[in-house]
């Protein structure tokens, strides 16, 4: 008997044709990731409205392409994350659709930057965390989209490993690591106040927060506590 055809490693390991659609905030635009003429990852750029079958490559990186981009609420603007020759310390880089201006937003050697928090209501900053101060550990800062400026926002106790904002862009929760490989969620009513402890999951569980109702009064969290599976 003789063994199926193999699968062509292209199709397990190749790039996609497109992937990661999103809707500017506004509705005018289709944005997406998808490879150029060299079979680099770019960020690519469709009109919804007027030559629907348009579309133009927004973005030129030559080495690893593209693989996480966000819409700012700033419009004709977006962002996207970019390391340099595959050291993981991804930067943070805004690029104008119409201009096709980059800049890059967390200029900083050694230092990786993700994002937190972007609200509609709080168009030209964007919540982000980086290990500028300490390598070992990641703190929020405020990075307006406008003038570049980064400011510290809130500093990490030690083990906190994601942050999580309100609809005002404070920070109010956080998932720390635990020594014995699980995890804990802390929470705080003011930015002012200190972090209580609301769950605690071992090594084999897993849980954090969501995010807040609009109002902030609700934080919404998954777990798998109380759970048979």
Known sequence: MS???LIPRA????NPQRTSPRLSPDGKYLAYIAPDDNNVLQVWLQDTVGDTDGQRQLTHDKKRGIRSYFWTYQENRLIYLQDADGDENFHLYLVDIVTGMVRDLTPFEGVKASPVKLEPDFPDMAL???NLQDRQKFDVYRVNLTTGAVELDTEN???IVSWTADHQCQIRAATAATADGGSELFYRATPD?????VRRWGPDDEGGAVGFSKDGITLYMVGTHD???
């Open 227 to 229: 759970a048979n599976a």
């Open 193 to 197: 106040d200190e972090w209580d402890s």
């Open 11 to 14: 199709v397990l390991f190749g």
């Open 128 to 130: 982000v965390s980086l």
């Open 3 to 5: 063994l199926p055809t």
């Open 157 to 159: 106790p030690g083990p």
